[in-house]
C-alpha cells in the first residue's frame, strides 16, 4: 500500500504555525510572551506595513546562550517545562514549545541574544525553516527577534492578510491586553517609526487603562476587591450610562493572562441585567488570580480559552461581586453640559448661550408655577379642570391621598418629568421610568421566596374574551403555570375564543387583552432562548411598563411626593427595567459654572 507518509519536521511547524499564527498580531503576542517569561522589564515593539513586512520585538530579558539559541527553533522546544507533571502547574505565559518553530517555518526570522553576564552576544538566522548556523556578535542584554515577509512562500495564507490599518488595529489590541496584563513592564510600540504608545511601568491599572484608551474612561470606572476560597478578584467597571455598542471592551485576565470565556461573559451580562440598556454592553477590566492547578489553560493552541475546575464558583462570584458593587453606589446619571469656555462665538457658543438660557427660564418659571401649584393643588383642587373625579379620590397607586404640607416641592415639566430640588443641586425625573422600576421591584418581591408565591388576583366581573390562532393556543397551554403564578386565569369561551377570568389586582389599570396578547408574544419569541426565572422577569418588565404612569400624564403633589420617597426605598432605583436612565442629578457647582459664579 504505502500509501501514509510520516510528514518532515517543516511541514509539522507549518501546519502548526496555521494554528498558532493567523495573522503578524499572534506573532507578537507569542513573541512578547516569550519576553515576558525571560523576566524582561521593558519590551519593544517595531511594525512596519501592519506586520506584513517586519515585526522586531526588542527586550531586557534574561537572553539565551548559543546551546538554548541552537534548540530554540525546534518544533516543541521550551524551556518551561521539564515534565508532564508541569502541565499541572503552569505559570509561565508560553509552554507549549511551537511559536518559534511556527513563525520561523513562514518567514525570515532572526534573532540575536545576549545573557546579561555574557561576554558576547549570539546571532542566528531562520528562512522559512532553513536554519544557518550561529554566529557570535555584539549587543545589549537580552533578546532582539525580527520576523520578516510573514507567510511569503504560502501565498495562499498571505492573500487573507488585510490591510495594513486592519493588520495594526488588530496588533494594537494585542498589544493592550498584554499591557493591561503586565502593568509593571515597561512597553512601547511604533508602527512605519511613529510612535503610537510608550507605556511607563508602575503606573497601576487605571493608569494603563488611561493611556491606552483614554482619561475620560479612566476616571469614570469603579473599582471593586475580593478574595474568596483562593479566588482573588480585582476588578474596574464603567456605570450603566457608560456602556458601549459592544463587547470590545470587557477584558478578562487569569493570572496574567488574557482569556475569553463564555461564563465570564455571561456574569457580567446578568450582573448588569436590569441596569443597562438592553443594545449596550459593560465596559469592565477583571482580573483573576487562583491557584493554577484550579484551571487547565492547555485547551488550545493561542492559549486564550481555559477549562476551570469549577465554572460555576467563578460565575457565581462575579455575577455576585459586580451585581453588589452596582447596588451599593448612586447610579443616578450625572448631567454634563460639555461646552467649554474657550469656543468662540458659534455654534458651542450658541448652544451654551440657550442651555444658560433654558435654565435660568426654568427657575424664573419655577417662582410663579410654586405659587399656581400652592393654589391648585391644596387651597381649591377640585377646580383643576384636568383632573377626573377619581384622580381626586386617588392617586396611581390606588391609595388616598394625604393632605399635602403646604409649598410646592416639585414640578412637572411636559407632563413627563418631574423636577425636584436636592441638597447639592437638582433631579430630573422620567416619571414612566422610575413608576416602572417601582412596580417591577413590587412585583418582584411579591413574587420572591418559592414558586409558590403567586400575585393576587380579582375576578372580574365581566370576563374579557379574546381570539387566538392555532399556534398559539399551544403557546397557551404550555404557560399556564406562569399565568396561574401571575393571578391570571384564562378558559375557553367558545370555538376560537377564551376569556380571561381572573387578573392580578396589582395591575388593575392594565388591559387584560392587551397584556394577554403581549404575553403570549413574549414566549413565543423568548420561551426557547430564556430559562424560566429570565422568562418571569421579562414577563415582568412588560407588566412594569403597562402598569406604570406614562409620559404625558399630569400628576398631583402627592403622586410626585409618593414617586421620589419610593424612589429611596427600592433597589436599582437609578434604571428602569430595561436599563434607561430614571434620574438625571443636576449639580450646584455645574450651574454655578454655567452662570459664572466660580
Known amino acids: 500500500m504505502g500509501q501514509i507518509k510520516v510528514l518532515d519536521q517543516n511541514t509539522v511547524n507549518m501546519i502548526a504555525a496555521g494554528e498558532v499564527i493567523e495573522r503578524p498580531a499572534s506573532v507578537i503576542k507569542e513573541l512578547v510572551e516569550n519576553s515576558i517569561d525571560a523576566g524582561a522589564t521593558d519590551i519593544t515593539i517595531h511594525i512596519e506595513d501592519g506586520g506584513k513586512r517586519l515585526i522586531r520585538v526588542i527586550d531586557n530579558g534574561c537572553g539565551m546562550d548559543a546551546e538554548d539559541l541552537s534548540v530554540a527553533f525546534e518544533a516543541h522546544a521550551t524551556s518551561k517545562l521539564k515534565s508532564s507533571a508541569d502541565l499541572l ?25 545576549k545573557c546579561p553576564d555574557a561576554i558576547e552576544a549570539y546571532k ?13 556578535c555584539s549587543a545589549n542584554a537580552g533578546t532582539t527577534i525580527e520576523v520578516r515577509n510573514l507567510f511569503y512562500k504560502l501565498p495562499a495564507r498571505r492573500k487573507f492578510l488585510r490591510t495594513a490599518n486592519t493588520e495594526i488595529s488588530h496588533i494594537v489590541e494585542q498589544f493592550a491586553r498584554i499591557a493591561l ?14 510612535e503610537l504608545y510608550r507605556l511607563a511601568g508602575g503606573l497601576g491599572t487605571r493608569g494603563r487603562i488611561g493611556s491606552l484608551f483614554s482619561a475620560d474612561l479612566m476616571d469614570s470606572l469603579l473599582e471593586l476587591n475580593s478574595t474568596e476560597k483562593n479566588l482573588e478578584v480585582s476588578a474596574l467597571l464603567c456605570r450603566p450610562e457608560n456602556g458601549r455598542a459592544n463587547t470590545k471592551f470587557q477584558y478578562f485576565f487569569l493570572n ?33 488570580r487562583m491557584p493554577s492547578q484550579d484551571f487547565d489553560v492547555n485547551v488550545h493552541p493561542t492559549k486564550i480559552e481555559v477549562r476551570f475546575d469549577n465554572p460555576n464558583l467563578i460565575y457565581s462570584q462575579v455575577l455576585g461581586l459586580v451585581r453588589e458593587k452596582l447596588l451599593s453606589i448612586d447610579l443616578d446619571t450625572k448631567a454634563k453640559l460639555p461646552i467649554a469656555d474657550n469656543v468662540s462665538l ?5 448652544a451654551k448661550q440657550q442651555i444658560v438660557e433654558a435654565i435660568s427660564g426654568f427657575f424664573d418659571r419655577s417662582k410663579s408655577a410654586a ?86 388576583s380579582q375576578k372580574l366581573l365581566i370576563p374579557e374574551t379574546f381570539e387566538i390562532n392555532p399556534a398559539r393556543r399551544e403557546t397557551l397551554s404550555s404557560a399556564v403555570e406562569l399565568l396561574d403564578r401571575l ?16 387578573f392580578p389586582t396589582m395591575l388593575a389599570k392594565v388591559k387584560p387583552v392587551d397584556f394577554v396578547t403581549d404575553f403570549l408574544d413574549i414566549l413565543a419569541d423568548s420561551a426557547e432562548k430564556l430559562d424560566a426565572e429570565r422568562l418571569l422577569h421579562k414577563v415582568l418588565d412588560m407588566a412594569a411598563c403597562k402598569a406604570a404612569v406614562k409620559a404625558g400624564q399630569k400628576l398631583n403633589q402627592v403622586e410626585m411626593r409618593q414617586l421620589l420617597t419610593d424612589k429611596e426605598a427600592i433597589e436599582r432605583a437609578s434604571r428602569c427595567p430595561h436599563g434607561r436612565p430614571t434620574t438625571i442629578r443636576f449639580s450646584l457647582a455645574e450651574l454655578e459654572k454655567q452662570f459664572k459664579r466660580t
Not at 89 to 104: C, V
Open 371 to 456: 405659587v399656581s401649584q400652592q393654589h391648585l393643588d391644596f387651597s381649591n383642587i377640585t377646580k383643576r379642570s384636568d383632573f377626573s373625579a377619581a384622580r381626586q379620590r386617588e392617586d396611581f397607586y390606588g391609595n388616598t391621598p394625604s393632605q399635602s404640607p403646604a409649598g410646592a416641592e416639585y414640578f412637572q415639566i411636559h407632563d413627563s418629568y418631574i423636577i425636584a430640588q436636592v441638597e447639592d443641586g437638582f433631579l430630573i425625573v422620567d416619571q414612566h421610568a422610575l413608576h416602572e422600576r417601582i412596580i417591577y421591584e413590587d412585583l418582584c418581591r411579591r413574587l420572591a421566596g418559592n414558586e409558590a408565591a403567586k400575585l393576587q
Open 89 to 113: 502547574n503552569i505559570s509561565t505565559m508560553g509552554f507549549r514549545g511551537e511559536a518559534l518553530a511556527s513563525i520561523a517555518s513562514v518567514a525570515n526570522v532572526s534573532i540575536v541574544s
Open 487 to 502: 393571578g391570571i386565569t384564562i378558559e375557553p369561551f367558545g370555538p376560537g375564543l377564551w376569556a380571561i377570568q381572573s
Open 124 to 136: 542566528v538566522e531562520v528562512d522559512c525553516g532553513s536554519k544557518d548556523e550561529i554566529k557570535p
Open 346 to 350: 458659534g455654534q458651542g457658543q450658541e
Open 181 to 194: 496584563a503586565h502593568i509593571n513592564i515597561s512597553m512601547a510600540l511604533f508602527h512605519n517609526d511613529k
Open 256 to 288: 496574567g493572562r488574557y482569556i475569553r470565556d463564555k461564563i465570564l461573559s455571561h456574569a457580567v451580562r446578568e450582573a448588569y441585567r436590569g441596569m443597562i440598556e438592553p443594545n449596550r454592553y459593560p465596559v469592565i477590566f477583571i482580573f483573576f
